[in-house]
């Protein structure tokens, strides 16, 4: 059975960046003509795998054997010449070329010194219609909707005559005709003897195509299994470890949240070259309280926040204490005392050529000049108070933004929304760059605001954060709520099942709450 036979290897692989061990002495078989399903949470060293066995990256300790001969590979071009191909989940195409130009970029067929390019076109014709896509191969690329480019994406693999294929999450632009055509291709490819790699967080699809699974935490493969002997709770179980029992959580001794705040109804945003990022998602945000937006990458919840403070267009109703703002620019929805804190602390949070001083009260230099002349005493004075009630670790608003660690920027981020004396403050995830110590100083920082009021709302991807930090959690999937429940209703199996989409969860979880309401 061609199934038993193991096209790649892997053996001992080490991968590490800097003082970050990402992959820990991996041990992976790839069977031949089989669907071998690859899972784990975020950061569980998956991509990095998958990237050194498409020749991205090479490992620092290990060895790769393809059909039981060693190999080693410095480019990608390398492992393709070793029939490996990867359908990456970013994806990898040149906007301005065609789609034929895309599927044959670095490896033109030539004709003597000449491109071929009539025999281009003929086997892009011939790759595009086994996918039953009616994607013009003259089109330029950048004027195809996301689907339609991840089908390009997959067509340019399936041209190489892959004998092994990874594939990165490669419905997650697609319809659901256009999955279903994946699948039979899969399948077809499956017959044909290639080896495939198929990593997805949804975990129902995972169990309709694949053969075998593995699963990965930490770096390292903790369980290997065929699929047929898997089930959702055992997969969870070992995503999880510690038989995913919820760690312990902190709150806010018990305190009611107040009224609402923020209202956001039948919000919906799409991609602009077509599908849903943000599809009809309704949630209430009260005053005092702290909700986690939990979710995998591409769940919706960046995008969610960005059309709340008004940095992306879309459709549906938003209010902030009572008062409908969709309709308003971001600045005036800033006036009305809606903030955000963005994720790219960096790019989009500071300003780097200015004191720790002038990064927090810049929102409000009217503030400190009441006669039109800024007032340095008026200044210093809120700087002071601001670095004090956020426990920001600054010699004070002279100390350079530079100096400070990532937790300290973070909360002067923070600090600059507070100063707006804000009624609602979004932040989209806060811990991101942030060890782990100056973490719970954020996530205090947060929790003390919430306790002044304010209402706090947070994404994360992290469910020790979700369930240590927040009142009430929210899981989105596919740019839908899934589960909106009391963190302490809430448990790890939980919130993955439903951040996987899994439909027992979202019955479960999502349903009673609704009929509350």
Same mark, same amino acid.
Do not use: H, W
């Given at each position: 059975m061609q199934a038993d036979r193991i096209a790649l290897r892997a053996e001992g692989i080490v991968r590490s960046y800097g003082a970050t061990r990402a992959l820990r002495g991996v041990d992976f078989d790839l069977a031949a003509g089989a669907v071998n399903v690859l899972i784990g949470e975020n950061g569980a060293g998956k991509s990095t795998l998958m990237r050194i066995l498409a020749g991205v990256e090479r490992p620092d300790t290990g060895r790769l054997l393809i059909d039981g001969r060693p190999v080693s590979f410095t480019s990608v071009q390398e492992a393709a010449r070793c029939g490996i191909g990867i359908v990456f989940q970013e994806l990898n195409l040149c906007p301005?070329?065609?789609?034929?130009?895309?599927?044959?970029?670095?490896?033109?067929?030539?004709?003597?010194? =000449?491109?071929?390019?009539?025999?281009? *076109?003929?086997?892009?014709?011939?790759?595009?219609? /086994? !996918? =039953?896509? #009616?994607?013009?191969?003259?089109?330029?690329?950048?004027?195809?909707?996301?689907?339609?480019?991840?089908?390009?994406?997959?067509?340019?693999?399936?041209?190489?005559?892959?004998?092994?294929?990874?594939?990165?999450?490669?419905?997650?632009? @697609?319809?659901?005709?256009? +999955?279903?055509? !994946?699948?039979?291709?899969?399948?077809?490819? *499956?017959?044909?003897? +290639?080896?495939?790699v198929y990593i997805s967080h949804r975990l129902e699809e995972l169990m309709r195509i694949g053969d075998r699974i593995t699963v990965m935490r930490d770096g390292r493969v903790v369980a290997t299994a065929p699929v047929a002997e898997a089930s959702v709770p055992w997969i969870v179980e070992r995503m999880l470890g510690e038989n995913g029992v919820a760690r312990s959580r902190r709150r806010n001794g018990g305190q009611a949240p107040g009224a609402p705040v923020l209202q956001v109804e039948n919000v919906s945003v799409r991609r602009p070259a077509g599908g849903t990022l943000v599809d009809d998602v309704s949630l209430t945000f009260r005053s005092g309280e702290v909700v986690a937006i939990y979710g995998l990458l591409g769940a919706g919840r960046t995008e969610l926040f960005e059309y709340i403070q008004g940095a992306r267009r879309g459709n549906g109703v938003v209010r902030l204490?009572?008062?409908?703002?969709? /309709?308003?620019?971001?600045?005036?929805?800033?006036?009305?005392? @809606?903030?955000?804190?963005?994720?790219?602390?960096?790019?989009?949070?500071?300003?780097?050529?200015?004191?720790?001083?002038?990064?927090?009260?810049? #929102?409000?230099? =009217? *503030?400190?000049?009441?006669?039109?002349m800024i007032s340095p005493v008026r200044e210093g004075q809120a700087v002071?108070?601001?670095?004090?009630?956020?426990?920001?670790?600054?010699?004070?608003?002279?100390?350079?933004?530079?100096?400070?660690?990532?937790?300290?920027?973070?909360? +002067?981020?923070?600090?600059?929304? &507070?100063?707006?004396?804000?009624?609602?403050?979004?932040?989209?995830?806060?811990?991101?760059?942030?060890?782990?110590?100056?973490?719970?100083?954020?996530?205090?920082?947060? *929790?003390?605001?919430?306790?002044?009021?304010?209402?706090?709302?947070?994404?994360? #991807?992290?469910?020790?954060?979700?369930?240590?930090?927040?009142?009430? &959690?929210?899981?989105?999937?596919?740019g839908r709520v899934t589960a909106d429940l009391p963190a302490e209703e809430a448990d790890e199996t939980m919130l993955v099942r439903a951040a996987n989409g899994v439909s027992s969860a979202t019955a479960t979880i999502v349903a009673p709450l609704q009929a509350a309401n």
């Open positions: 301005n070329l065609t789609v034929v130009e895309n599927m044959f970029l670095g490896r033109r067929v030539a004709r003597g010194f =000449r491109i071929d390019r009539s025999a281009e *076109r003929v086997k892009a014709v011939a790759v595009l219609a /086994r !996918l =039953r896509a #009616s994607i013009d191969p003259d089109a330029r690329v950048g004027d195809l909707r996301i689907g339609q480019q991840q089908i390009v994406e997959i067509a340019r693999a399936l041209a190489e005559d892959a004998r092994i294929l990874i594939l990165d999450e490669p419905t997650s632009a @697609l319809s659901e005709s256009e +999955v279903a055509t !994946l699948f039979q291709v899969i399948d077809e490819l *499956r017959r044909d003897g +290639v080896a495939i204490c009572g008062e409908r703002i969709d /309709r308003l620019p971001i600045a005036d929805r800033i006036e009305r005392r @809606l903030l955000l804190v963005p994720e790219d602390r960096q790019r989009e949070g500071l300003f780097p050529n200015l004191r720790v001083g002038g990064n927090l009260g810049l #929102s409000v230099l =009217r *503030r400190f000049a009441p006669g039109g002071r108070d601001m670095i004090g009630r956020l426990g920001i670790k600054a010699r004070g608003g002279e100390t350079p933004i530079g100096a400070l660690s990532g937790g300290n920027q973070q909360k +002067v981020v923070i600090g600059r929304c &507070v100063m707006r004396d804000p009624a609602a403050i979004l932040l989209d995830e806060p811990s991101r760059g942030v060890d782990v110590g100056a973490r719970a100083e954020v996530f205090d920082a947060m *929790r003390s605001l919430s306790g002044q009021g304010i209402a706090i709302a947070f994404t994360t #991807s992290d469910l020790a954060e979700a369930l240590t930090v927040a009142d009430r &959690v929210v899981v989105m999937a596919a």
